[in-house]
């Protein structure tokens, strides 16, 4: 018996006109006890229940399932678009990564946030972000970040990012939204809203590929692997927005309130901590073997 096989006779459990009876007349049951014989089709969805609930985490189907459904809803929306940490591992082939520096790899496995049910009916956080360089009186390029959650909000943040770390927009707005994510409870749901699109893709569209590719040739990729982990350990909803032409007056104000901050943080004389550390067990080793590429792992084989 496959896995796919339990899977479909257990997701029987699930369907409302199944009840736990030997004599259960679902569709399913009656099929099961007509074509194959089985006298108790109930019991049977239960066994591989019971099978299913000794699997670790990564190998539930049931639980791929789920997190498939809900990227799938989750995804959609008006004011952007929601985090959704990259799918679960569902066969052995995706398990088996090269570059994985063996020493550095934890004993648990990566473990993924789920999100909880509300259990309140609070409005979601909404902060502007942005992120800029500006060149100094000695001709340097100087990285800001700006964080704005509102009107003499003491959330609000202008900073220089350290010299550190890498100098440019693209790093600076992802510390940005890191120092957004640190404000706030990981149970709050929060609108992240930038002017570029940068933080959406990087965390929407090629979050999956880099984590695949072991974030092998990924400039910053420190910054990056800090936001994502902090995204994935939230149990709240995290909508990651854009300020466009489009956009209502309110909501372009606020990005310009973002801007300010950021030329006042480039204009800034001392630099600011950044907590950049990521729990190893947040952070996926090494690339996948079945994805790996010529270039990629020629890149792999340069960075060792």
Same mark, same amino acid.
């Given at each position: 018996?496959?896995?796919?096989?339990?899977?479909?006779?257990?997701?029987?459990?699930?369907?409302?006109?199944?009840?736990?009876?030997?004599?259960?007349?679902?569709?399913?049951?009656?099929?099961?006890?007509?074509?194959?014989?089985?006298?108790?089709?109930?019991?049977?969805?239960?066994?591989?229940?019971?099978?299913?609930?000794?699997?670790?985490?990564?190998?539930?189907?049931?639980?791929?399932?789920?997190?498939?459904?809900?990227?799938?809803?989750?995804?959609?929306?008006?004011?952007?678009?929601?985090?959704?940490?990259?799918?679960?591992?569902?066969?052995?082939?995706?398990?088996?990564?090269?570059?994985?520096?063996?020493?550095?790899?934890?004993?648990?496995?990566?473990?993924?946030?789920?999100?909880?049910?509300?259990?309140?009916?609070?409005?979601?956080?909404?902060?502007?972000?942005?992120?800029?360089?500006?060149?100094?009186?000695?001709?340097?390029?100087?990285?800001?970040?700006?964080?704005?959650?509102?009107?003499?909000?003491?959330?609000?943040?202008?900073?220089?990012?350290?010299?550190?770390?890498?100098?440019?927009?693209?790093?600076?707005?992802?510390?940005?939204?890191?120092?957004?994510?640190?404000?706030?409870?990981?149970?709050?749901?929060?609108?992240?809203?930038?002017?570029?699109?940068?933080?959406?893709?990087?965390?929407?569209?090629?979050?999956?590929?880099?984590?695949?590719?072991?974030?092998?040739?990924?400039?910053?990729?420190? *910054? !990056? %692997? /800090?936001?994502?982990?902090?995204?994935?350990?939230?149990?709240?909803?995290? =909508? &990651?927005?854009?300020?466009?032409?489009?956009?209502?007056?309110?909501?372009?104000?606020?990005?310009?309130?973002?801007?300010?901050?950021?030329?006042?943080?480039?204009?800034?004389?001392?630099?600011?901590?950044? *907590? !950049? %550390? /990521?729990?190893?067990?947040?952070?996926?080793?090494?690339?996948?073997?079945? =994805? &790996?590429?010529?270039?990629?792992?020629?890149?792999?084989?340069?960075?060792?």
């Amino acid at each position: 018996l496959s896995v796919q096989d339990g899977w479909a006779i257990w997701r029987r459990l699930r369907d409302a006109s199944h009840i736990a009876s030997k004599t259960c007349a679902c569709l399913t049951c009656t099929d099961d006890r007509r074509m194959l014989g089985c006298e108790n089709p109930h019991s049977c969805a239960k066994a591989v229940e019971t099978r299913f609930n000794s699997f670790l985490p990564k190998w539930d189907p049931r639980l791929a399932t789920s997190a498939d459904d809900e990227e799938g809803k989750e995804n959609r929306g008006d004011s952007g678009v929601s985090f959704v940490g990259p799918k679960r591992i569902k066969t052995l082939t995706e398990g088996f990564r090269v570059f994985t520096k063996h020493s550095a790899v934890p004993e648990q496995e990566v473990c993924h946030a789920r999100r909880e049910p509300p259990t309140h009916d609070l409005l979601p956080i909404k902060v502007w972000i942005s992120g800029a360089t500006k060149r100094n009186n000695e001709g340097v390029d100087r990285a800001g970040a700006g964080v704005w959650f509102g009107q003499a909000d003491p959330r609000n943040q202008s900073i220089l990012i350290p010299t550190t770390t890498g100098q440019t927009v693209s790093n600076s707005e992802t510390i940005a939204a890191i120092l957004a994510l640190l404000e706030v409870g990981p149970m709050a749901d929060i609108e992240i809203t930038s002017s570029r699109h940068f933080i959406q893709k990087a965390m929407t569209q090629q979050l999956a590929k880099w984590e695949d590719n072991g974030w092998i040739s990924v400039p910053d990729r420190l *910054p !990056l %692997q /800090v936001l994502a982990a902090e995204l994935k350990q939230r149990t709240g909803k995290t =909508t &990651l927005g854009i300020t466009d032409e489009e956009s209502d007056s309110t909501a372009k104000a606020a990005a310009e309130k973002a801007s300010r901050l950021v030329r006042e943080g480039c204009r800034n004389q001392s630099e600011v901590e950044i *907590p !950049l %550390q /990521v729990a190893p067990e947040m952070v996926l080793r090494g690339a996948k073997l079945s =994805t &790996l590429t010529q270039a990629v792992m020629y890149a792999g084989i340069k960075e060792l």
